[in-house]
C-alpha cells in the first residue's frame, strides 16, 4: 500500500483565494513527521510546513497551514490568499520512527497553478 | 550557514561510463539522504547516512550504485556502467539527525543524461 497518497495530480486556483492540497497517510508507527515541500520550475524542493504525531495544535506558517486529521490520518496543506509565485509541484512526506527516522516517504506530488 | 550544495549541476554522459555525484551539507548536520526524481515524478529514496554510516542501502537501484561518506560531511554517489534509465534529477538531502521531527534541507540537485 501506498504510504503517502495525494490523489490531486493538477490543481488550480484563482489568484488571491484559498486553495488545499490533500494528503493521506499510513503507518503503524505511533511517531511520524510530516512534511510539505514545494518545488518550483526551477526544480529546487522548499521546506514548507512541519506538523508531528504528536501535536496539538494543526501547523501553521504564514499562509500555509496543515489540516491534520490523525484519526483520519490525512494532512492536507491549505494555502490561504495564493499568489501566482504559489504555481509549483508540492510533495507531502513523512518520516517515520521517533529517532531512526532515516528513510523517507513522498507521496507523487500535485501541480499547483495559480491563474491570474 | 551555506545551505545543501551540489556538484555538478549538470551531467551528460555515455552510457556505460561511470559518473561521481558530490553533496555537500549543511555544516553540523549528521544525517545525509540522496533521492532520485526522474522527469515528473516523486522522489524515490535512495540511501542515508548517519555519521558515515549507511545502516540501509535497499533503496539502491542496483549494484551499479554506491555510496559513500566521509569525515561526517561530504557524499559521493558513484554510479557504474551508466544506462539510459538512470538519466534523472539526483536530489541531496541533510537534516539535524535522524529524529522524525528534523527538517530535511535540500540541495540544488544534479540533472544526470545518460545518452
Known amino acids: 500500500a501506498q504510504k503517502i497518497t495525494q490523489t490531486q495530480p493538477g490543481m488550480f486556483v484563482q489568484e488571491k483565494e484559498a486553495v488545499t492540497l490533500d494528503c493521506t497517510y499510513d503507518t503503524s508507527d505511533p511517531s511520524y513527521g510530516l512534511f510539505w515541500y514545494k518545488q518550483p520550475s526551477s526544480g529546487e524542493m522548499i521546506f514548507l510546513i512541519y506538523?508531528?504525531?504528536?501535536?496539538?495544535q494543526n501547523a501553521t506558517e504564514g499562509r500555509y497551514s496543515l489540516n491534520f486529521q490523525k484519526a483520519r490520518k490525512s494532512a492536507n496543506l491549505v494555502i490561504s490568499a495564493s499568489q501566482l509565485g504559489d504555481s509549483a509541484m508540492y510533495f507531502c512526506?513523512?518520516?517515520?520512527?521517533?529517532?531512526?527516522?532515516?528513510?523517507?516517504?513522498f507521496g507523487d506530488g500535485t501541480t499547483l497553478t495559480v491563474k491570474p | 550557514g551555506a545551505g545543501v550544495s551540489q556538484s555538478p549541476s549538470n551531467k551528460v554522459t555515455e552510457k556505460g561510463k561511470d559518473v561521481e555525484l558530490r553533496c555537500d551539507p549543511i555544516s553540523g548536520h549528521t544525517a545525509l539522504y540522496w533521492y532520485r526524481q526522474s522527469l515528473g515524478q516523486g522522489l524515490e529514496f535512495l540511501i542515508y547516512f548517519q555519521g558515515n554510516s549507511a545502516p540501509d542501502k535497499s533503496g539502491l537501484p542496483s549494484d551499479r550504485f554506491s555510496a559513500e561518506r566521509t569525515g561526517g560531511s561530504v557524499s559521493t554517489l558513484t554510479i557504474q556502467r551508466t544506462q539510459q534509465e538512470d538519466s534523472a534529477v539526483y536530489l541531496c538531502?541533510?537534516?539535524?539527525?535522524?529524529?522524525?521531527?528534523?527538517?530535511?534541507?535540500f540541495g540544488p540537485g544534479t540533472r544526470l543524461t545518460v545518452l
Open positions: 538531502a541533510s537534516s539535524l539527525s535522524l529524529l522524525s521531527t528534523d527538517t530535511q534541507y
Open positions: 506538523q508531528g504525531s504528536y501535536d496539538q
Open positions: 512526506a513523512m518520516r517515520e520512527g521517533l529517532t531512526n527516522a532515516g528513510k523517507s516517504t
